[in-house]
């Protein structure tokens, strides 16, 4: 088992108003599983993804990683467990603007010890670009790339220090039909190559590319596919 959540709920405090983001999630995800998470604009779904990537932390519940429950790390111990282990793709590509998309690739890399003209981050990246096509776009800044290739640096970025688990939310969201195509395929590839991965998508075709599908509902788990196959539900 991978990844574990018990019970594990989010809530936000504007004003006299609380608002249960997330409420009470159980969930099990094992190696090498691929996930889409959907349900209406407001259920919760990039919470949920927030919590469970540890970026933020839950009001109530358990998260455990192979067995360890990391929802007791304090902020140094969370950050540097989301730097080794953690991948994460925006829809909004998150790159750093006026650099070029080697180094951006390489940031990770530099968090986890590398020095900033290491040699070996530098061939790393440069490998992780060409394995997205990026080959011959290393010193291209992100206004100088298109969405799609944005995404694909981001991607890189997100596999560079060779994480256990790649969260994305609305990977295709900004983007056309086919530089959504191209990343559905990077990451259908990714997974077949062992890859766990956890997508949020409001798109059927791009949820399609999952092997399962979880909908959220007004920050419950309404339903799974894994559930109904096992006959659960
Ligand atoms: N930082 C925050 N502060 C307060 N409320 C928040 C915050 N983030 C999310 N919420 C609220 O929590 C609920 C769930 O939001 P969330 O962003 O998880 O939804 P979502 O399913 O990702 O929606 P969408 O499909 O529109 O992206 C919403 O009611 C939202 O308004
Ligand atoms: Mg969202």
Do not use: C, W
């Amino acid at each position: 088992m991978l990844l574990r959540l018990h019970q594990v709920s989010k809530s936000y405090q504007i004003g006299d108003t609380t608002i249960r983001a997330l409420d009470g999630v159980s969930l099990t995800v094992e190696e090498k599983e691929f996930l889409a998470i959907m349900g209406p604009s407001g259920s919760g779904k990039s919470t949920f993804l927030q919590v469970a990537s540890m970026l933020a932390e839950p009001s109530h519940g358990e998260i455990y990683l192979r067995g360890a429950e990391v929802s007791t790390y304090n902020e140094i111990q969370r950050a540097h467990l989301r730097n080794k282990e953690i991948g994460f793709i925006f829809q909004s590509f998150n790159l750093l603007a006026r650099t070029s998309a080697l180094e951006n690739v390489m940031l990770p890399l530099f968090y986890a010890g590398y020095g900033a003209d290491s040699n070996t981050a530098k061939e790393k990246a440069k490998v992780m670009l060409e394995r997205v096509g990026l080959g011959d776009r290393l010193q291209n800044t992100p206004a100088q790339l298109s969405g799609g290739q944005q995404q694909r640096v981001a991607i890189a970025r997100a596999l560079i220090n060779d994480p256990a688990i790649i969260f994305a939310d609305e990977p295709t969201g900004n983007l056309d039909s086919k530089s959504g195509e191209d990343i559905k395929k990077i990451l259908r590839e990714l997974n077949e190559e062992g890859k766990t991965i956890i997508m949020v998508t409001h798109e059927d075709d791009v949820a399609e590319i999952a092997k399962r599908q979880i909908v959220f509902k007004d920050g419950k788990v309404l339903s799974d596919s894994a559930s109904k196959k096992k006959g659960k539900k």
